[in-house]
């Protein structure tokens, strides 16, 4: 048996939430996403006699013989090492996770997320966003080709922003509690297959994609004001509109839309996915928590596989 030393580092992200604007987000256009607290990933670091190891409940062995799934956190793991120190030690890197997998929920941002910070504490260095950015960015191109970065700076922050690509993030002010239901369908997203199928609409049909994409941005400008205005209806409707327009782009399915449904029937004041989609989660706004409570039970009826109730004030609740 290894004997592990008493040192441990710990690095922690949580999950996230896009509430509008995923998919136009890679155009450029603007999305609003949210920090996802009631999951989160836990990265332990720890000096082992030899070798780079990494645990999770995916893997358990070498950095360097990690299945193909991993090959982008383990390019993450040897650059933020490079940062760090010229000769690294013997280090078990080991995961704890509360975020599934590949349901939209940012859970390969927040692995890196965690990773690099676990790395940097270890190594007792100071770890500024820039840094991190462009670390955790390593892994996620792995995973999506070419990614907004929105996951990172959502899995990354605490408050409510406003994500345009290589702009400056802005904090968004909430003007009034909302209480959102999430609903796992319980199958995988392929975020990538889903951006590459927008990719190829934009080649096939230009000018109906270009529409789409910037109605989308109109959806996201007016949620901005709707959100800090507290105006909860009609930030509900621009849900719906949003997930018509995710639906037009050929990123919902059936799962999705029949959960969306039953989240409408169930009074929702809107519902839609978030993330990626062709399976993944469903966000839906509900009058108040303990409506929220009654649209969870909705979902749930209609084959969502796990619920998670968040409210989002002035401050996280
Ligand atoms: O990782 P996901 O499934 O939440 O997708 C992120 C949002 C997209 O806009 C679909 C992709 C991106 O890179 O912004």
């Excluded at 260095?125 to 070419?146: D, P």
């Excluded at 899995?155 to 802005?170: H, L, M």
């Excluded at 469903?282 to 303990?290: E, F, P, Q, T």
Aim: aromatic content about 6%; charged content about 20%; proline content about 3%.
């Amino acid at each position: 048996m290894v004997q592990l030393s008493q040192k441990v580092a710990l690095g922690k992200a949580h999950g996230k939430l896009i509430l509008v604007g995923e998919h136009s987000v890679v155009y450029g256009k603007p999305a609003i996403a949210l920090p996802f607290p009631l999951i989160e990933v836990k990265s332990f670091v720890e000096e082992i006699p030899e070798s780079i190891r990494i645990s999770c409940d995916y893997y358990d062995g070498y950095l360097s013989t990690v299945p193909n799934k991993m090959k982008g956190i383990a390019a993450c793991v040897v650059e933020t090492l490079k940062v760090l120190t010229p000769h690294p030690k013997g280090l078990l890197i080991r995961l704890e996770s509360t975020i599934p997998l590949g349901r939209g929920l940012g859970s390969s941002a927040a692995v890196a997320i965690a990773i690099v910070r676990s790395l940097f504490t270890y190594y007792k260095r100071e770890l500024n966003q820039k840094v991190l950015s462009s670390l955790v960015n390593i892994s996620e191109t792995h995973a999506h080709g070419n990614p907004s970065g929105i996951d990172m700076a959502a899995a990354s922050g605490e408050t409510p922003i406003w994500f345009q690509k290589d702009r400056e993030i802005d904090q968004i002010q909430i003007g009034a509690p909302i209480h959102l239901v999430v609903a796992d369908s319980g199958r995988v997203g392929d975020t990538l297959s889903a951006v590459s199928g927008v990719k190829e609409k934009y080649k096939t049909d230009q000018h109906k994609t270009n529409a789409s994409m910037e109605h989308l941005e109109e959806i996201t400008y007016t949620a901005r004001t709707a959100l800090s205005g507290g105006h909860l209806k009609i930030l509900g409707h621009l849900l719906d509109l949003a997930q018509e327009e995710l639906t037009s782009l050929g990123v919902s399915d059936d799962g999705i839309n029949k959960l969306v449904h039953a989240a409408r029937k169930a009074g929702a004041l809107g519902a839609k996915l978030t993330g990626g989609g062709r399976g993944g989660c469903v966000i839906a706004l509900a009058k108040n928590a303990s409506h929220a409570k009654s649209l969870a039970k909705a979902f749930l009826i209609a084959g969502a596989s796990k619920t998670w109730n968040f409210s989002l004030g002035n401050k996280l609740e």
